[in-house]
């Protein structure tokens, strides 16, 4: 039995210069997020159906979880025994260090030598990311649910010294735009975990539903978890207290700690459909169907609102064992408070001086119950507005001004702008290098305010992102977040990591991660050739190390390769393009579609009754019969589709001579929530002369103002060899959104592309 004394290991460890992971690069080492040293030596531990794994008095928990990990790849059932203090060959060690504290709670050290593997800790949280690290040494395979044969489960020699720089390491899930099952919840719990991070904000209550189950106001999960479409179809799903404390257990296994968000003042649509007497005008209200900003919002001067509150927060405390509570805060809107008697009255009898100061008041006062149940809050920037609350830790999205005047205050930040930290977003917006530059600590705070940043978080809302679409918007972004929020590296090499995230993608796969882009992906331009009557496309690929897929519809392309990122192909009948990303086999992301159309108004004039607005112009009035059909976002920045705002639509189109045809049609876009629907009415006429028009058909659009899904759909009417040189098309815009709209009697879009003649 070999036996080597650990100290003389530990001093070396300590005494070693901390590497940059970059220098790393050519061994297999690739870990993410990268340790904050590591040393690599010669030699390897192999593992095997023989090997020990050791806890000592207090570790056993973890002992088991490593077993517990390896065990499906490798076929080895490895029973933990407690430790004898000596360092036997062919042993994985876990032990906790009790005397000293240079590795903080959650820091670590891995030595790995031929002999035998030790990883310590002070705390369980440190052995725990020890076992993590541990992990992405071996074989990627070791992530494999079945038994994988004929490989070696080889671990490098190495010196690990680790621990992370941010103690708030968090991914806010929001489980009410779209319910997510408890599995899915705790397969992300490991996720998280197996990446380091070890807090999911877990975002509970919103105006499209209510999540949790309250015992005291059982109609908050029987009424308020579904919301109910134009169509009849039902829609949610929520969590009993049971699942929570399922989750909440699972996830200290995984030394998650789990913090619940109850919105407050705003964003409690689906608690007021429950209990409309806690609003300022009593409602009647349905749980929300579209996204945005609802204008409802609990009363301030209702005492039964307190009430109400104070009785939720008794029951959540009791469920999520650690100390902070998320209050929300956010998207409060004042217009119901500045007319309500109840809330005025409050304003005076409180001396505040306005609206905000009414939130501020709402805030401290849930602050100061929350502080007498032993928690703290978290609420959103918003709740600097009019005064902050005492013991407040503030959450800063937009942008770092509230973590910057927050800090300065004295209070707890936790630092995750839009612009960096929203995963929700396109990667055309934030991409995967964006991310990586993030830095969470604003230049503007002194070294002790600094310490004032607890760390960051990515956002997932999911408005549009139900379940499956999670890993697509998450991943590989998540990877880049943590990477800043772990290691913090001081100088940063994206091309670097960007090469170690191609080589974690292998565990991606085997963990089934349905991981998604890292970037825009591509350019594109579609240039008519009016000598040969063709759309001339180019693409030009920029997201490296994937592969690029064309496809069509109706007809084969003829794709020329014309340099290593350059594709170029004719297009020369209507057809409808799709663009695609793979990796080996597996899709990744989503896929981009675009149509062209061959048809009689094709670079015919248009004559319009009513202009177009300057911030939709798609390029100006040609768009409409440019032949290019409008993309799958009319906000892309493709800029295709043609918006109308708070005018209806009409047209002329001249075919500059009579044509035979059998059908007109109208391409248009719906996102209710953005005020772009589909128009209610579209009549069409044509004319040989262009005085004397007839009627060639109505079309009635049935509504669905509330999906709040995009859609597109063209309108039109079928002819019977019509014979006509001009079009006139009038579309009727809603005059304003109906009154449940959250931005209700707001002006209302059409989104037209484009005017199609066969
Ligand atoms: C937020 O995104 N409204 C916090
Ligand atoms: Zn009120």
């Not at 350059?566 to 990796?583: A, S």
């Amino acid at each position: 039995m070999k036996k080597i004394i650990f100290t003389v290991l530990a001093v070396f460890v300590l005494g070693v210069n901390h590497l940059m992971y970059s220098q790393m690069l050519g061994s297999n080492i690739n870990l993410i997020p990268s340790p904050k040293s590591i040393v690599i030596n010669d030699g390897s531990f192999t593992l095997t159906n023989q090997t020990k794994i050791y806890f000592d008095q207090y570790s056993r928990k973890v002992a088991d979880y490593l077993s517990e990990v390896i065990k499906p790849a490798t076929g080895f059932d490895l029973k933990p025994e407690i430790w004898n203090g000596m360092m036997e060959t062919n042993s994985i060690i876990l032990s906790l260090k009790t005397k000293t504290n240079e590795y903080g709670k959650e820091g670590y050290t891995l030595v790995i030598n031929p002999f035998n593997v030790l990883i310590e800790a002070n705390e369980l949280n440190g052995l725990f990311y020890g076992v993590q690290t541990l992990r992405q040494l071996f074989d990627p395979y070791i992530n494999s649910i079945v038994k994988v044969e004929g490989i070696d489960w080889i671990l490098p020699a190495v010196v690990v010294y680790d621990k992370p720089e941010f103690e708030w390491r968090a991914l806010n899930l929001d489980c009410c735009r779209h319910f997510m099952e408890k599995d899915f919840v705790k397969r992300y719990i490991d996720l998280l975990a197996y990446h380091k991070f070890n807090t999911l904000h877990w975002h509970l209550t919103e105006d499209q539903a209510w999540r949790i189950e309250i015992k005291k106001y059982p109609e908050l999960t029987k009424k308020g978890a579904y919301r109910t479409y134009e169509d009849g179809t039902v829609y949610g799903g929520y969590y009993t207290q049971e699942d929570v404390k399922e989750i909440v257990e699972y996830a200290a296994s995984r030394f998650i700690n789990v913090v619940p968000e109850i919105e407050m003042p705003g964003h409690s649509l689906a608690a007021l459909s429950c209990f409309p007497e806690i609003s300022c005008t009593g409602g009647p209200f349905d749980v929300g169907t579209l996204w945005g900003i609802y204008p409802d919002i609990y009363c301030a001067g209702n005492e039964k609102t307190f009430q109400f509150l104070e009785d939720v927060i008794s029951e959540v405390v009791e469920l999520f064992p650690g100390k902070y509570i998320h209050i929300g805060g956010d998207e409060a809107p004042k217009v119901r408070w500045q007319n309500c008697p109840k809330c005025q009255q409050r304003i005076k009898d409180e001396n505040l001086k306005d609206e905000n100061e009414l939130q501020s008041y709402f805030v401290k006062r849930m602050e100061k119950f929350i502080n007498s149940k032993g928690k703290k809050i978290v609420g959103w920037d918003e709740i600097l507005e009019g005064g902050l609350a005492p013991e407040a830790t503030v959450q800063s999205w937009r942008g770092l001004k509230g973590a910057i005047e927050a800090a300065k205050m004295g209070h707890d930040v936790i630092v995750s702008p839009t612009t960096n930290c929203y995963f929700d977003y396109p990667v055309e917006t934030t991409d995967l290098r964006k991310v990586y530059y993030f830095d969470p600590v604003p230049e503007e705070l002194s070294f002790d305010e600094r310490k004032h940043v607890l760390g960051s978080e990515g956002l997932m809302w999911t408005e549009y992102a139900p379940q499956q679409f999670v890993d697509d918007r998450l991943f590989p972004r998540m990877l880049a977040l943590i990477e800043v929020i772990w290691n913090y590296p001081q100088e940063r090499d994206f091309e670097s990591f960007r090469q170690r995230v191609q080589n974690h993608y292998r565990r991606l796969d085997l963990l089934d991660v349905n991981y998604g882009l890292e970037t825009k992906p591509f350019e594109i331009t579609k240039t008519f050739n009016p000598s040969k009557n063709i759309y001339d496309i180019k693409v030009t690929q920029l997201q490296k190390d994937i592969d690029l897929r064309i496809g069509s519809f109706v007809s084969e392309l003829m794709i020329n390769k014309i340099s290593e990122n350059e594709f170029q192909f004719e297009i020369d009948k209507t057809n409808l393009v799709n663009i695609f990303f793979q990796k080996g086999e597996k899709k990744v992301g989503k896929t981009y579609a675009f149509g062209i159309s061959f048809n009689k108004a094709n670079r015919k004039p248009v004559k319009l009754s009513y202009p177009y607005s300057e911030k939709y112009s798609a390029g100006g009035i040609e768009a409409l019969t440019d032949g290019i059909r409008g993309s799958d976002s009319f906000r892309g920045g493709d800029n295709t589709w043609q918006g109308y705002y708070g005018t209806d639509f009409e047209a002329i189109v001249d075919l500059e001579k009579p044509y035979t045809f059998n059908k007109i049609s109208l391409g248009f876009f719906q996102a209710s929530s953005s005020l772009v629907f589909f128009p209610q009415y579209i009549e069409f006429y044509t004319s040989v002369d262009g005085n004397e028009y007839e009627s060639a058909g109505k079309v009635e659009i049935p509504s669905s103002l509330k999906d709040p899904d995009w859609i597109q759909r063209d309108f039109g009417v079928q002819l019977n060899d019509t014979y006509a040189r001009y079009i006139k098309i009038f579309v009727k815009n809603y005059d304003e959104a109906p009154k449940w709209h959250p931005i209700a009697f707001g002006k209302t879009w059409l989104m037209i592309d484009e005017i199609i003649v066969e």
